[in-house]
């Protein structure tokens, strides 16, 4: 059974940072796209960043984000610096076999998510 728990979301004021953690298990993950993505109140899921063999990220959160990933430990994580209260959002993390690693309807496995609060 293939499960990706998420972690490391909460509250932080305008220009701190977080540190997302997203733990995969029920098989090997090692080839898959790992993604994040993020929903707002009231808008559709968006793409914030993906790593494959490259990493992919929005120009929303290009600079500012960064996704790793540690295959011995089947995690992913997203540092996300200098936050905005615009990048308020339930954060998920999805992986995919598929192409092209922007889209979300190319992600097979989804977590629950995790929320981050940005305030100003």
């Known amino acids: 059974q293939v499960q990706l728990v998420e972690s490391g979301g909460g509250l932080v004021q305008a220009g701190g940072s977080l540190r997302l953690s997203c733990a995969a298990s029920?098989?090997?993950?090692?080839?898959?796209?790992m993604g994040w993505f993020r929903q707002a109140p009231g808008k559709e899921r968006e793409f914030v960043a993906a790593?494959?063999?490259?990493?992919y990220y929005a120009d929303s959160v290009k600079g500012r984000f960064t996704i790793s990933r540690d295959n011995a430990k089947n995690t992913v994580y997203l540092q996300m610096n200098s936050l905005k209260p615009e990048d308020t959002a339930v954060y998920y993390c999805?992986?995919?076999?598929?192409?092209?690693?922007?889209?979300?309807?190319?992600?097979?496995?989804w977590g629950q998510g995790t929320q981050v609060t940005v305030t100003s």
């Open positions: 029920g098989r090997t993950f090692n080839s898959a796209a």
């Open positions: 999805a992986a995919t076999w598929r192409s092209p690693v922007v889209s979300d309807k190319e992600y097979d496995y």
């Open positions: 790593i494959r063999r490259s990493v």
